[in-house]
């Protein structure tokens, strides 16, 4: 076993986190100096050495930054990459792009690409199957900068590019409420995801402010057109159906729609629908789709600005938390105040 300590042996054998056994390695300031000791201690007495292909990859120098997406398909996540790629392009730099496809296996094996082609910088928004990190732990151990975007992981002290997912959820249940819905369901994304718990907790917000009841069979996890389409019929068969939907993205409202429209229930007279990200969906739908701007364009070009900063030794110290601001696109979905 010497000859293959990993940092997660050093972690299980503590009983602390593996991001933190690394941190510790590294002498970062944010680690007791007791756990530090506990580490470094059993790290020498494990005979643990750095992956040394890993540390290899310091010494030549590739002008190439990683890029790992869960879909392709989301035009969110498309505009980011556009961001991306317009700083990293002029910067010098070419950008390798990975798609997990929301498949935490997937996402191992794009980590694996990256360390391969010797990348230089990882952007990374993890997959909604992804709880292990050990392949992103990987990634830094090897000493590449991470900067997360959009979903991100607990536990790493990396840059971070978010909106405020509350607040913004929070906004376009008001929206919803303030043009006369009184019973409201939410299309939610797996709570794992912290985008999706956030979303939760601002729609919550929402209902709390207006004096609404949350009630648990208003709310659904389906984060898809296909799974919407299912959520939309148990939602309008229930003894009293909602006379809203807030989805956690819009090719989820536009399944939602779609449902809605064979089963012969106006938009939004009857039910209004509230999408998020205003991606070329809402614009395409008919009646067009309201929802929240994320400016996914916006969020690529701080993601890879922080990068670069890092890579080029502009910008040192702990990991920063980035916000890009949000605002509501309100189209035909819903009703206007």
Request: glycine share 6%.
């Amino acid at each position: 076993m010497n000859s293959q300590v990993t940092i997660k042996d050093i972690a299980k054998a503590l009983g602390i986190s593996a991001s933190t056994v690394s941190r510790a390695l590294k002498d970062h300031p944010d680690i007791s100096r007791d756990t530090k000791d506990a580490v470094n201690d059993l790290a020498k007495r494990l005979h643990y050495k750095p992956n040394a292909v890993a540390l290899s990859l310091k010494s030549s120098k590739t002008n190439t930054i990683g890029v790992i997406i869960p879909e392709l398909v989301h035009y969110f996540f498309s505009s980011v990459i556009s961001g991306i790629e317009d700083v990293a392009y002029d910067a010098g730099y070419n950008v390798m792009i990975c798609q997990s496809n929301e498949k935490y296996e997937r996402e191992i094996i794009n980590a694996q690409a990256l360390l391969s082609n010797r990348v230089e910088g990882a952007l990374i928004s993890i997959s909604k199957e992804t709880t292990d990190y050990a392949h992103l732990l990987m990634i830094e151990e090897s000493g590449i900068p991470m900067v997360f975007f959009d979903r991100v992981p607990e536990g790493f002290d990396s840059d971070r590019v978010i909106i405020d997912d509350q607040k913004a959820a929070y906004n376009a249940v008001c929206h919803l409420i303030e043009s006369g819905c009184k019973r409201i369901a939410h299309l939610a994304s797996p709570h794992s995801l912290g985008i999706g718990k956030f979303r939760l907790e601002g729609y919550k917000d929402a209902l709390k402010k207006h004096n609404l009841p949350y009630l648990d069979e208003y709310v659904i996890v389906a984060d898809s057109f296909d799974l919407a389409a299912i959520a939309t019929r148990n939602l309008v068969q229930l003894p009293t159906p909602p006379d809203g939907i807030f989805a956690v993205n819009d090719l989820t409202a536009v399944g939602a729609m779609k449902t809605l429209q064979k089963m012969g229930i106006a938009i939004p007279d009857k039910i209004a629908l509230m999408g998020f990200s205003a991606g070329s969906y809402s614009d395409i739908t008919t009646p067009t789709l309201s929802s929240v701007d994320q400016h996914g364009y916006e969020m690529g070009i701080k993601a890879a600005t922080a990068l670069l900063e890092r890579i080029e030794a502009q910008r040192s110290g702990p990991g920063e938390t980035f916000y890009v601001e949000t605002n509501l696109v309100i189209r035909e979905s819903t009703k206007k105040i």
